[in-house]
């Protein structure tokens, strides 16, 4: 899309900031600035929701040998609502929101995005998403506005070598692994007394947790190239495990897992050659009058 008049509304804005909202620290405004960035404002993107908790039908386990991780599958208790699918919709609504905002400002994007999810009242979840529009000095703009998680700085850094921000994703995930007699063994030590026997590892936890962070991981990348991005960076993984009822082996237990993750993707672009070459030493006087 080609630029507007350089005597447009939207030109002055991105200039001058509106007044409204932060546009960032001083060396966050110049550091945009020099890869043709110009900050226009704070953009907000909420929702605030109730949370019902997952509830499994099935571990998958019948007994004997050992428990396999079961991924997805969660319910949310008393419906037949998919819970990584539910919650995802959710955090996404926030994230649709951010843009609308970006779009209402005219805005190309928006930059150093911050997620705070706050409990309120126990079932009420807050979700706030904060970051800096910016509008792009080019001849062409963005048909859809990028999100990213990426500070100002870091977005410099990574357009100077040939990595533009796409968009800001996430994604949830449950997984569920029986107690087997392995597990309820090792667990019994870790819960005992004896302080030498608590640095055990339970290796069917780890394996529950290891494969709930790789769906997750792999989730986001797909996310990424539906995009067209070709990578995404991820922010760290938010798991929660906790002991539920098995449904499969009555008197057994369950744990039952469920992460949250967000992602940054990237594209890559073709940089300019011919850039401006760094000196190892900066001189602080004019050295051609010392010579004389």
């Known amino acids: 899309m080609p630029l507007r008049p350089p005597d447009s ?25 020099g890869v ?17 908790p997952p509830h499994h039908a ?15 599958g969660a319910l949310l208790q008393g419906t037949a609502v998919p819970f990584p699918e539910r919650e995802q919709l959710s955090l996404r609504t926030a994230v649709d929101r951010l843009r609308a905002e970006v779009v209402a400002r005219d805005a190309d994007g ?22 800096t529009a910016v509008w792009a000095r080019s001849a062409v703009r963005p048909a859809r506005p990028f999100l990213t998680a990426l500070s100002a700085a ?29 597990v309820e063994q090792l667990d019994a030590l870790v819960q005992a007394r004896d302080a030498r026997r608590r640095n055990l590892e339970i290796p069917g ?12 991981r792999e989730r986001l990348r ?23 009822e098995c ?21 890559r672009f073709a940089v300019r050659s011919g850039g401006i070459a760094a000196r190892p030493v900066l001189p602080l006087v004019d050295v051609s009058a010392v010579a004389r």
């Open 9 to 33: 509304a939207r030109r002055r804005a991105a200039r001058l900031g509106d007044g409204i909202g932060p546009l960032g620290p001083v060396g966050d405004v110049a550091a945009l600035r």
């Open 36 to 52: 043709g960035l110009d900050p226009v404002g704070e953009v907000l993107g909420c929702v605030a929701s109730t949370v019902a």
């Open 58 to 72: 099935s571990c998958g386990h019948r007994g004997g040998g050992t428990a396999p991780v079961r991924l997805g």
């Open 110 to 131: 928006a930059v150093g995005v911050t997620v705070s999810i706050e409990r309120r009242d126990g079932a009420l979840r807050e979700v706030v998403l904060a970051g």
């Open 154 to 182: 870091d977005v410099a850094g990574s357009m100077r070598t040939g990595w533009a921000p796409v968009d800001l994703h996430v994604t949830a995930q449950v997984a569920v692994r029986h107690e087997d007699a392995d």
């Open 205 to 216: 936890f780890t394996d529950l947790t290891n494969q709930l962070r790789a769906s997750v």
């Open 222 to 244: 797909v996310a990424a190239r539906l995009v067209g991005a070709d990578g995404v960076l991820v922010a760290p993984i938010t798991v929660h495990t906790h002991r539920v």
């Open 247 to 267: 449904l499969t082996l009555i008197g057994r237990t369950d744990r039952l897992s469920f992460a949250v993750a967000w992602g940054s993707s990237l594209a």
